[in-house]
């Protein structure tokens, strides 16, 4: 039998079209939440449906179908809330250019609307820290820019460009406060001690794994590689509590004004609060 030209073309195309998501596909892959509701939500809305095809049923120790639906609709409202939230961004934050540079840019460091911590780091030009605690913490504030409990634990599209609006230069208050949440590790609204003694050693771990054009930088790296670990420790202890001391209105706690007074009585702080997360991203 002999070949067939044009069918062999039509296959081609055909492979050809497959390899192209649609527009429609890409949009939902990188905003769900603006677009529909979560895997997460209908996954539950399943399981619900399926308990009351099977006449109610349930398992012994899970929630009943009420119980179910209950948290269905409760995941529905959050899922609504975000939507409006990400549709403010989206229309009033960001200008059209600026919203399609950072979809792009989500679309190009993600997979399967999630990103990683690596691909994060990258994008904010801090891809030392990708091994380091401070990465992962930075990571972990980016990823609860909404709640992991109402959205999951992974950093998808709506987390991104929240944490990208408020890190935006324009946006002075969103850069403190973000970085407000770096040290609250416990998500209390307030920085007890030990969180803000371990934040300083994270800091300081992470300044060890970079590489600076800035001499007096690289100065003040080098004296701290040659102390001992002890001496280190005993140092932070001490600025810890003269930062207590001087700025807590609560003993050993500091609420978000208290840490911001301090924070802007430190020399260079102009300079961190114009920390541009991306270069290809200006406001």
């Known amino acids: 039998m002999g070949n067939n030209p044009s069918a062999g073309k039509l296959q081609k195309q055909n492979k050809d079209q497959e390899k192209q998501p649609k527009k429609d596909q890409q949009i939902n892959l990188i905003a769900p939440y603006r677009e ?15 308990s009351a095809g099977n006449g109610g049923e349930e398992d012994e120790g899970q929630p009943s179908g009420k119980n179910k639906l209950q948290q269905f609709k409760e995941d529905q409202h959050n899922v609504e809330n975000i939507q409006k939230e990400i549709i403010h961004l989206e229309e009033s934050v960001f200008s059209k250019e600026k919203l399609q540079r950072i979809r792009e840019d989500f679309e190009a460091y993600s997979k399967e609307n999630k990103m990683s911590r690596k691909k994060l780091l ?35 599209y709506a987390k991104f460009l929240k944490a990208i609006s408020m890190l935006a230069q324009s946006n002075e208050e969103g850069r403190l406060r973000f970085l407000y949440s770096l040290f609250d590790v416990n998500l209390e609204g307030s920085i007890e001690k030990d969180e803000m003694y371990n934040l300083m050693m994270m800091f300081l771990e992470g300044m060890m794994s970079i590489n600076y054009e800035n001499n007096d930088l690289n100065d003040l790296k080098q004296r701290i590689s040659e102390s001992h670990d002890r001496q280190i420790e005993l140092a932070v202890e001490e600025i810890v509590n003269e930062i207590y001391q001087n700025h807590a209105s609560k003993q050993n706690i500091l609420s978000y004004d208290d840490w911001k007074n301090w924070l802007t009585e430190q020399e260079g702080i102009n300079d961190i609060l114009q920390f541009n997360p991306h270069t290809d991203f200006q406001d």
Not at 37 to 49: A, G, M, W
Not at 139 to 147: L, M, N, R, Y
Request: net charge positive.
């Open 122 to 156: 990258e994008y904010f030009g801090m891809a030392e820290l990708d091994n380091k605690r401070l990465g992962n913490r930075i990571f972990q504030c980016v990823k609860s820019t909404f709640s992991q409990k109402k959205t999951g634990p992974f950093l998808d």
């Open 36 to 50: 529909g509701t979560t895997l997460q939500v209908e996954s539950k809305l399943k399981v619900f449906l399926k």
